[in-house]
T-cell receptor, first 116, second 109 residues
Framework: GAVVSQHPSWVICKSGTSVKIECRSL??????MFWYRQFPKQSLMLMAT?????????EQGVEKDKFLINHASLTLSTLTVTSAHPEDSSFYIC????????????FGSGTRLTVV | KQEVTQIPAALSVPEGENLVLNCSFT??????LQWFRQDPGKGLTSLLL?????REQTSGRLNASLDKSSGRSTLYIAASQPGDSATYLC????????FGKGTRLHILP
């Protein structure tokens, strides 16, 4: 089956620093990956769509300069939270779509970011 | 604009009971519908994927149905167990994947 690995699973950082989160498709190539943010007891909010080799497409209201997305290969996308502030503390989840018969989405295990 | 609604928002049932979770969506032009499970502080685990041309999918004690014309899907869980306690999310895929807010399920031992 399709597996997406997300790292780290949790991170604590100081205000003003940057944090990078990695999302890897382990057994399939993902031309498109997605980044979500989830607040407690809320559903997932799509932040951006990441396409291999091109610029990410950000959803309305998401600051592209704050949330830098890089999708340099068919198996890796990264989300960098720049100059993090406490309000950026959240649960971030990536997903990848496997093109084929099922078109299903596979999700990573998420990253809990706490900015202090 | 696609909207996905899940009812109920929360559900508590005794162990061993069969239960049904409901999902409705406003735009029937979808590629597929997925049911996910999310445990607290964890990512999403795909449970069942129903293609737009299909009516249902089964996996173990889980059965999901899809009625695209009426914009509805149900997730049936048979013989519930405490380990089934989690949040269940319904998501439809069109140009984007749109999630419902989920049903928080608690199975009472």
């Amino acid at each position: 089956g399709a597996v997406v690995s997300q790292h780290p699973s949790w991170v604590i950082c100081k205000s003003g620093t940057s944090v990078k989160i990695e999302c890897r498709s382990l057994d399939f190539q993902a031309t498109t990956m997605f980044w979500y943010r989830q607040f407690p007891k809320q559903s997932l909010m799509l932040m951006a769509t990441s396409n291999e080799g091109s610029k990410a497409t950000y959803e309305q209201g998401v600051e592209k300069d704050k949330f830098l997305i890089n999708h340099a290969s068919l198996t890796l996308s990264t989300l960098t939270v720049t100059s993090a502030h406490p309000e950026d503390s959240s649960f971030y989840i990536c997903s990848a779509i496997r093109i084929g018969l099922d078109y299903g989405y596979t999700f990573g295990s998420g990253t809990r970011l706490t900015v202090v | 604009k696609q909207e996905v609604t899940q009812i109920p928002a929360a559900l508590s049932v005794p162990e061993g009971e069969n239960l049904v979770l409901n999902c409705s969506f406003t735009d029937s032009a979808i590629y597929n519908l997925q049911w996910f499970r999310q445990d607290p502080g964890k990512g999403l685990t795909s449970l069942l994927l129903i293609q737009s041309s299909q009516r249902e999918q089964t996996s173990g004690r889980l059965n999901a149905s899809l009625d695209k014309s009426s914009g509805r899907s149900t997730l049936y869980i048979a013989a519930s167990q405490p380990g089934d306690s989690a949040t269940y999310l319904c998501a439809v895929s069109g140009d984007k994947i749109i999630f419902g807010k989920g049903t928080r399920l608690h199975i009472l031992p």
